[in-house]
């Protein structure tokens, strides 16, 4: 699959139906400034659109998979007037929005250090598998800084409060298994085995419906923040457009004539 973008990204498809994204500033151990700030989230979203990808791996290059910020190149700057700190920050978030808001399914592969904003990217994404060499880090204390990246919105909501509170205001890193013990990531592998781990999943998941699927992202990822009957009624809705789609068909067929159905994302 070839993306035209002048951001340090590199794009393969794994699969028919599977594409992994990898941050490419191996260099940098994948540190974000803000050409690959808005090449990810350009790519995502292009991504989003292509009916050929049913889920996106996302990893870094080298051994990282993000190390957060680049304090060499950072759109950010203490002197900057609040309106222009605001933008600079919302870069960072702007990663964080798109992979919960994209319909389809983003598997972090983490095959190093995922420190600052590279762990709120990682927290982000549907899923995390990590190597043995995988580190995840809410590493903001340690520069005097609160995760700004959403880290203090999704780490409460994955692991609870006390613990989450625990990882953000000491800045203790997990690292490998550990990660795995404080369900963060649903499996740990070694790290010659971690991209072909997220492809088998990947797969998995772009064998699903794709709507269904969609809309089952976007049901849980709006549960925190909606009441129990405005989640029903949007489960309402979203069943409603579900039972139209020829995924659904294929699926009372399939089972009625006992054999696998054949989504095609319609």
């Not at 605001?86 to 919960?100: A, D, K, S, Y």
């Not at 692991?159 to 499996?187: M, N, S």
């Not at 699903?208 to 989640?231: C, G, H, I």
Request: hydrophobic fraction near 40%.
């Amino acid at each position: 699959m070839m993306i035209d973008t002048d951001a340090p990204l590199d794009v393969e498809q794994l699969t028919d139906y599977v594409v992994c994204l990898r941050y490419d500033r191996p260099d940098a151990m994948n540190a974000y400034n803000e050409p690959l700030l808005r090449g990810v989230v350009e790519t995502l979203k292009r991504l989003d659109t292509d009916e050929g990808v049913r889920a996106i791996i996302l990893t870094g290059a080298g051994e990282a998979f993000c190390a957060g910020v680049d304090l060499t190149d950072m759109p950010l700057e203490p002197g900057m007037d609040f309106a222009e700190y605001e933008t600079g920050l919302g870069l960072f978030q702007e990663v964080i929005r798109t992979l919960r808001a994209i319909e389809t399914p983003v598997i972090a592969a983490v095959n190093g250090y995922a420190l600052g904003a590279g762990c709120d990217t990682a927290l982000a994404c549907d899923f995390r598998i990590v190597s043995d060499e995988g580190v995840l880090g809410e590493t903001f204390i340690d520069v005097g800084f609160v995760p700004g990246d959403g880290g203090a919105f999704l780490l409460p909501r994955l692991i609870g409060e006390a613990r989450a509170k625990e990882l953000i205001f000491t800045g203790r890193k997990l690292y490998g298994a550990e990660i795995v013990e404080w369900d963060l990531a649903r499996e740990q592998v070694s790290a010659d085995e971690l991209v072909d781990s997220a492809r088998q999943f990947a797969q998995k998941l772009a064998n699903r419906p794709p709507v269904a699927l969609a809309k089952s992202k976007q049901l849980v990822n709006e549960s925190f923040s909606v009441s129990l009957e405005r989640a029903l009624t949007d489960a309402t809705r979203a069943q409603r457009i579900c039972s139209q789609t020829a995924d659904h068909q294929e699926a009372v067929a399939a089972f009625n004539e006992d054999r696998e159905p054949q989504f095609e994302g319609k």
